[in-house]
């Protein structure tokens, strides 16, 4: 891992994400370690083309160097429970 | 048909896909006497969610199925059968509240008149436990039936949470249309769009693509799909895909705003947004002209 690597811990549960907002820098690379409170859980950013199943006891990395800035959404694509559709959270990239 | 309640404007949807809205006047085909032969038939609901609870939303949510159910039985010509493409219920992680609220959305839609009625889930009735309690009150997620010439399929993109098909479901429907002639009619009931239409809102099937290019060698396919809640016209190629409203709250047409949120009640305009619709099969010609209708306020 470089040494300015952004490493940012996400937890799922039902019905959001913690936390909520996420701010990174443009061009360094980014870890997201996802875990699941509860059950099983999806992790959707499809501004960089990313998804990951996030499970109850498992941690799942994903890794990725943002190129661009701006507000990008990141949401469940698992249907959940009632809730489901209202579980989303932000990542912005700055420079 | 110029005798049906609350008549809106007419779609009418050849089977190479050239829409032509008609508005106003009845229109059948071959005039105004019915070739039993030659068409029929049958009513789409979509979308019940029995057990939601949001009176900003809806605050007939008690009552709005119970209209609809009233308002098929109130035709002047009873559909040969009626279908609902999904979310029968409202999800719920409650076992015994989800069994309750399939046990009493049966027992409502037991009060129409037609008695031929065929379900399928949505991901609010299936999700969570793969179909297990909406087998146990409606039978298989997936399946076929045939009426007067057309062949009905019926499939699931619903029970995986993933919102996949699935490869063995797959392999299932590539099976049945081996069996089909090349020009057979064909119709595909589906809960979720099988294309992608907004699939950050969930609007997609995971491996709809796959479901797609299987049907594209066969002529005379038509898709209707709920789960978006309005109605919604599309072509993929030739096959048409068409979404009903919903029968407890509506929903923002795709990408027009940042979010996806249910449209609050307007009490101005009840019930704006759901409705039903009645699909009449023209088999010779494989085309289906659609006739959508809202609920009364009765």
């Known amino acids: 891992m ?8 996400i937890s799922a549960s039902t019905f959001e994400y913690k936390p909520s907002e996420i701010t990174v820098k443009r061009g360094v690379p980014v870890t997201l370690e996802l875990m699941s ?4 859980h999806g992790f959707k950013l499809s501004a960089f083309q990313l998804r990951a199943d996030i499970q109850p006891g498992v941690v799942e990395k994903v890794r990725f160097v943002p190129d661009k800035i701006g507000k990008f959404t990141f949401l469940c694509d698992v249907f959940c429970g009632d809730g489901h559709e209202d579980m989303s959270a932000t990542l912005t990239v700055i420079e | 048909m110029s005798d049906l309640m609350n008549r ?12 032509v809205f008609v508005s106003g006047t009845t229109v059948r085909a071959g005039g105004s006497a019915q070739k039993k032969d030659e068409s029929f038939y049958f009513v789409q609901l979509s979308d019940t969610h029995w057990g939601f609870n949001g009176p900003n939303i809806n605050p ?4 709005t ?15 040969d059968f009626v279908v609902f493409t999904g979310d029968l219920t409202q999800t719920t992680d409650d076992r015994k509240i989800r069994r309750d609220r399939m046990a009493e959305f049966r027992d409502i839609v037991s009060q129409l008149k037609i008695k031929t009625v065929r379900f399928m889930a949505g991901e609010h009735d299936a999700s969570l436990d793969r179909g297990d309690a909406y087998q146990e009150f409606f039978g298989d997620l997936h399946y076929t039936f045939d009426h007067n010439g057309v062949h009905f399929i019926v499939l699931d993109n619903v029970s995986d949470p993933m919102a996949a098909v699935g490869e063995k479901q797959l392999q299932w429907l590539q099976a049945d249309l081996q069996q089909m002639k090349h020009d057979s009619r064909i119709v595909v009931l589906t809960h979720r769009p099988l294309f992608d239409l907004a699939p950050d809102w969930d609007w997609a099937t995971r491996d709809g693509a796959a479901v797609i290019d299987t049907l594209m060698p066969l002529p005379n396919v038509t898709v209707l799909y709920g789960h978006i809640h309005q109605e919604h016209h599309h072509m993929t190629g030739h096959i048409a895909h068409h979404a009903a409203k919903s029968l407890m709250w509506a929903l923002p047409e795709p990408g027009s705003v940042p979010k996806k949120a249910q449209i609050p009640w307007n009490a101005a305009a009840p019930y704006k947004g759901l409705g039903f619709r009645n699909v009449e099969a023209e088999v010779a010609q494989a085309q289906y002209e659609i006739e959508e209708f809202s609920i009364s306020r009765g």
């Open chain 1, 2 to 9: 470089r040494n300015d690597e952004q490493v940012i811990r």
């Open chain 2, 65 to 79: 199925l119970k209209k609809a159910v009233a308002a098929v039985n109130a035709l002047d010509e009873q559909p």
């Open chain 1, 37 to 40: 409170q509860d059950r099983h």
């Open chain 2, 8 to 19: 809106r404007d007419l779609l009418k949807l050849a089977g190479m896909g050239v829409a």
């Open chain 2, 60 to 63: 007939d949510s008690q009552g």
